[in-house]
């Protein structure tokens, strides 16, 4: 099974949920590996990876096997990202190109329950090989207009990749994140992404992700978020996201 978690806007908790997600599904048994397909690296960071040795660079450069890079970190197995994936728009153009990364992971699927992707805030041959080798998609969003905006042109990529490249991609649903329920606009926004995850066919989901201290506390101590703060609302949203989750994607198939 492997979800990409994806939206092109900034800073809406992309590689905070892919930590959260790699780190829960370890600790309840499951075999997970993330890639970390942003050229900024934040999820090797956040998770301690090392980005000096075998990275998504030399596997999509074809110069190393998947299986050669994979990292055990205290989150669960994870293969880091390279500064050098910034070009990849550049010299990914080989025929075929939108499908360098399901191929390069084929031979795991069989060794995880999950493989979770993270991408960088672009809608670039990157994300497109992350959808095109994904069964789901998880969008994280702000409870802001900018970002309801972003998720329009992610649709119309979606759409897209299910059309030429992969049919069977589905969207898992909008998880609200950095979620704030003083702010006196976060209400309405709340209602209308519910409208627009409906008019994509899929859903918002019920449980959403609060701002926390813990969050920026744990990156820097570079330790999962149920260790650092098992009790912090940020941590019990990310627990019970993961369940819900779970329930829709299935349980390590
Ligand atoms: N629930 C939260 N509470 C507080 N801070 C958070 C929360 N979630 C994320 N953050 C902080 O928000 C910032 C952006 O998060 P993150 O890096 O995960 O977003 P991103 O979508 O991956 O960004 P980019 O698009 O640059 O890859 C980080 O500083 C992170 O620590
Ligand atoms: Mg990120």
């Given at each position: 099974?492997?979800?990409?978690?994806?939206n092109q806007k900034g800073g809406v908790?992309?590689?905070?949920?892919?930590?959260?997600?790699?780190?829960?599904?370890?600790?309840?048994?499951?075999?997970?590996?993330?890639?970390?397909?942003?050229?900024?690296?934040?999820?090797?960071?956040?998770?301690?990876?090392?980005?000096?040795?075998?990275?998504?660079?030399?596997?999509?450069?074809?110069?190393?096997?998947?299986?050669?890079?994979?990292?055990?970190?205290?989150?669960?197995?994870?293969?880091?990202?390279?500064?050098?994936?910034?070009?990849?728009?550049?010299?990914?153009?080989?025929?075929?190109?939108?499908?360098?990364?399901?191929?390069?992971?084929?031979?795991?699927?069989?060794?995880?329950?999950?493989?979770?992707?993270?991408?960088?805030?672009?809608?670039?041959?990157?994300?497109?090989?992350?959808?095109?080798?994904?069964?789901?998609?998880?969008?994280?969003?702000?409870?802001?207009?900018?970002?309801?905006?972003?998720?329009?042109?992610?649709?119309?990529?979606?759409?897209?990749?299910?059309?030429?490249?992969?049919?069977?991609?589905?969207?898992?649903?909008?998880?609200?994140?950095?979620?704030?329920?003083?702010?006196?606009?976060?209400?309405?926004?709340?209602?209308?992404?519910r409208e627009q995850a409906q008019s994509?066919?899929?859903?918002?989901?019920?449980?959403?992700?609060?701002?926390?201290?813990?969050?920026?506390?744990?990156?820097?101590?570079?330790?999962?978020?149920?260790?650092?703060?098992?009790?912090?609302?940020?941590?019990?949203?990310?627990?019970?996201?993961?369940?819900?989750?779970?329930?829709?994607?299935?349980?390590?198939?």
């Amino acid at each position: 099974m492997i979800i990409t978690v994806t939206n092109q806007k900034g800073g809406v908790a992309k590689s905070t949920t892919v930590a959260a997600l790699l780190a829960a599904l370890t600790q309840r048994g499951y075999k997970a590996l993330a890639l970390d397909l942003d050229p900024q690296c934040n999820l090797s960071l956040i998770t301690k990876a090392n980005i000096k040795g075998g990275t998504m660079l030399s596997v999509l450069g074809e110069e190393q096997k998947a299986a050669d890079v994979i990292q055990h970190t205290s989150f669960g197995d994870v293969i880091a990202s390279h500064a050098g994936l910034a070009g990849a728009d550049i010299w990914l153009k080989d025929i075929g190109k939108e499908y360098k990364l399901k191929e390069a992971i084929e031979p795991l699927q069989s060794k995880y329950d999950y493989i979770i992707i993270d991408t960088p805030p672009a809608l670039g041959i990157l994300t497109v090989n992350a959808m095109v080798a994904a069964d789901y998609v998880v969008i994280p969003s702000q409870a802001d207009i900018l970002s309801m905006q972003g998720i329009t042109s992610l649709t119309e990529s979606i759409k897209g990749i299910k059309k030429y490249c992969n049919p069977n991609l589905k969207i898992a649903g909008i998880l609200l994140t950095r979620y704030n329920a003083r702010n006196i606009l976060t209400a309405n926004i709340t209602e209308m992404l519910r409208e627009q995850a409906q008019s994509m066919g899929t859903i918002l989901f019920k449980n959403t992700i609060r701002e926390g201290i813990a969050v920026k506390e744990s990156q820097i101590n570079q330790v999962p978020l149920f260790e650092h703060a098992p009790k912090a609302n940020p941590t019990i949203d990310y627990e019970n996201f993961v369940d819900e989750l779970l329930d829709i994607v299935g349980k390590g198939e």
